[in-house]
């Protein structure tokens, strides 16, 4: 077992001050208090941790050892104090999240997020849009998309990719031969996309393909899983609502081309508590992956 830590760290003061009376002054006990808490840890060890030459010392091995782990020991506990200090007196953090992100990654365990952050107001949202005042009423945002601009620090999260899903059973109403007929979901206006879609697929788009646009992906989902056309999940999601067997999966994985960010105001980029956030949703984000 190992000796009480107030010994320990004697050690690291008199080896890092190279005097028994400075370290005496810094742990404010005196000299002999020193020495004699010096010589109780050599006879638990056996050996000296310091040679004695002429009015000086000199760490031995063990002493220069025992010194480094405590030093890095203190240092870890600084930092540790001064993120909880920072804690403390940082204000509520607002953290605006797409919908369609947090369910995949977020709401699964929201008491743990609770508990880990308590000044996070975790706000939802169907859809972004570059410079829009929902995005510059928050101080994190996690989208994906365009960069939401320089007053911005933005970091990388994860590729997005996409999962056509449908109705369970209804892959005969939606694709004529190897044409995919839709209806078609689409949200955010985008309906350019949907002849690169059917070629991954496999399929072509029939002439008379129809788009329906809707105002999320939350939406569109819900619409496909009504029987009202093929729709575009993200992965994650497409693969829960298959797991439920509210949908079917259609043909493979799509990249979208966009990645998922997080995006923090510049003058919160140094909170420590922002940045232990941003590693926890990365250390969850890599847990998810595996």
């Known amino acids: 077992m190992p000796p009480p830590f107030h010994l320990i760290l004697t050690i690291e003061a008199v080896t890092r001050l190279g005097s028994f009376k400075l370290a005496a002054d810094e742990l404010l006990i005196t000299a002999s208090a020193v020495s004699h808490r010096v010589r ?6 056996g050996h000296r941790l310091f040679e004695r030459l002429g009015q000086g010392i000199r760490p031995t091995e063990g002493a220069l050892r025992l010194s480094a782990i405590v030093g890095r020991a203190k240092g870890e506990v600084d930092r540790a104090w001064r993120e909880l200090a920072a804690d403390t007196a940082q204000a509520s953090v607002r953290v605006s999240c797409l919908a369609a992100f947090a369910g995949n990654y977020l709401l699964d365990d ?4 609770q508990q880990r952050f308590p000044q996070v107001e975790l706000n939802l949202a169907t859809a972004f849009f570059k410079g829009s005042p929902r ?3 928050n101080d994190v945002v996690i989208s994906c998309g365009p960069d939401p601009g320089p007053e911005w620090m933005t ?9 056509a899903v449908i109705a369970p059973g209804s892959a005969a109403g939606f694709i004529i031969g190897n044409r995919l007929k839709g209806p078609l979901l689409s949200y955010g206006g985008d309906t350019t996309s949907w002849p690169r879609i059917a070629a991954i697929l496999g399929l072509e788009l029939h002439g008379e393909a129809k788009v329906i646009t809707l105002d999320s992906v ?3 989902c819900t619409a496909a899983e009504r029987g009202v056309g093929v729709a575009l999940a993200p992965v994650a999601t497409a693969q829960r609502l298959a797991q439920a067997g509210r ?7 799509i990249r979208s081309g966009l990645t998922y960010w997080i995006a923090v105001k510049r003058d919160l980029h140094d909170s420590p508590m922002v940045e232990r956030f941003r ?3 990365t250390a969850r984000l890599s847990e998810t992956a595996d």
């Open 40 to 45: 109780k840890l050599e006879a638990l060890l």
């Open 110 to 113: 929201v008491a743990d997020l």
């Open 135 to 137: 995005e510059l009423l």
């Open 155 to 163: 970091r990388p999260l994860l590729p997005l990719e996409m999962r």
């Open 218 to 220: 939350e939406a569109a």
């Open 247 to 253: 949908v079917e999966l259609l043909g493979p994985p």
């Open 279 to 281: 590693r926890w949703l």
